[in-house]
């Protein structure tokens, strides 16, 4: 979660990830790739999974404005569309186990009654198709919070823990979460810390014998000014400006976690009447630092969104800028450090690595270009 290929690159050139530079070394594939747009957790989490874009699982976005005019978190599995590759395994005899940091993805992943746990509520998620009626006890430690530098690793922990313990799984999903990376750029001291511990647990899948697939749900860019305060464009404060009424803006970052990001991302949605759709797309347009505004109908084309779930105008903005609604609508000092957030085109380069070397076939698709989406087709079809 939030591993910008830059994390990677200056981990391995400091030497601080050996395991991955061994694997890298012996054959395995390292490429960059895409995300889904926009770059956000739980878009990117189900196209991982599902192996396909949002307008076929339905999630564009980890929050939207539901038809009745409330605001709607996009965690419950009745919103889902299609079935994950977990799923689909399981039902033809496979073992599967999925493991989430964040408690928010867990019900969405389990969709269909698969196997799964989350770091975050491990002490209250048991594994008993496995065996495992105490996660916490099997890891040998207790669960950290979604603000503590080591949560996703205690994700990777469970994951081996139950696999030494329950034998090795056909397709294991581990999803971690981005904390530290909203904290901090490369070579910072946690970020330091988290890539050290990540690679000694990455090694220790691979002597499982598993092969690996590592990519991000999206990458990661600083939003702030030299000074450190947030740089943010405030879209009611456009529309107003505009002389548009009737308006709805809906920032689909919005998650239960304020202190990554304090719902503050490069991507939002405007709900405007008819009438003031093509004003609004003029008036947010005209800023330096927007990127995109395409029309409800042009966005579900351009991003491959669900038609329903989206607004009647897409806006994106530039590396360096995120997109707020009002200054009084949103919380800055409960940030963990100057802004560092995601969701637009730049957040959207990710690494896609496999433990293992790629068919012919495999190796020219990867490089001539690949998304995150493709990972498991990789892993299950693309080893040599």
Same mark, same amino acid.
């Given at each position: ?9 200056? !981990? *391995?050139?400091? =030497?601080?990830? @050996? ?9 395995? /594939?390292? %490429?960059? &790739? ?102 916490? !006890? *099997?890891?040998? =430690?207790?669960? @950290? ?9 205690? /994700?990777? %922990?469970? &994951? ?102 304090? !719902? *503050? ?15 609004? /797309? ?103």
């Amino acid at each position: 979660d939030g591993c910008d290929p830059r994390y990677l690159d200056d !981990a *391995l050139e400091r =030497r601080l990830m @050996p395991r991955l530079a061994e694997m890298l070394d012996r054959g395995g /594939a390292y %490429e960059l &790739g895409r995300s889904q747009m926009p770059s956000f957790t739980n878009t990117n989490n189900m196209s991982i999974v599902t192996g396909a874009p949002p307008v076929v699982h339905g999630l564009p976005g980890n929050h939207y404005l539901a038809s009745d005019g409330a605001e709607v978190q996009l965690s419950d599995p009745s919103f889902l569309r299609a079935p994950s590759i977990h799923k689909a395994l399981q039902d033809q005899g496979g073992r599967v186990l999925l493991v989430t940091a964040k408690d928010k993805l867990r019900r969405l992943l389990a969709h269909g009654d698969v196997p799964a746990t989350s770091a975050e509520k491990a002490h209250e998620h048991p594994l008993s198709a496995y065996g495992v009626e105490d996660v916490v !006890a *099997l890891v040998g =430690r207790p669960n @950290p919070g979604p603000y503590q530098w080591d949560m996703s690793h205690y /994700a990777l %922990e469970i &994951g081996l823990a139950v696999s030494r313990q329950a034998g090795p799984f056909d397709l294991l999903y581990v999803s971690t979460t981005d904390f530290v990376q909203h904290a901090e750029g490369p070579d910072g001291d946690m970020a330091d810390r988290y890539y050290r511990r990540f690679d000694e647990l990455f090694g220790e899948y691979l002597d499982l014998g598993y092969v690996v697939g590592l990519v991000a749900d999206h990458g990661m860019n600083a939003k702030h000014h030299p000074d450190g305060s947030p740089r943010v464009i405030y879209l009611e404060e456009v529309l107003d400006a505009a002389g548009i009424s009737g308006y709805h803006v809906i920032l689909p970052i919005t998650d239960p976690y304020v202190v990554h990001h304090g !719902a *503050l991302g490069s991507f939002a949605w405007v709900h405007v009447p008819e009438r003031d759709v093509s004003r609004a /797309a003029e008036a947010i347009a005209s800023l330096p630092a927007i990127e995109e505004v395409f029309t409800r109908d042009e966005a579900a084309v351009i991003y491959s969104h669900p038609r329903d779930r989206i607004g009647d105008l897409s806006v994106a903005s530039d590396a360096q800028t995120a997109l707020g609604k009002s200054p009084t609508k949103h919380d800055l000092s409960v940030l963990a450090g100057p802004l560092r957030s995601h969701g637009g085109r730049h957040e959207q380069i990710v690494p896609i690595i496999v433990s293992h070397p790629l068919s012919p076939e495999y190796a020219a698709r990867h490089r001539a270009g690949v998304e995150n989406r493709d990972i498991h087709d990789l892993v299950l079809n693309g080893v040599c």
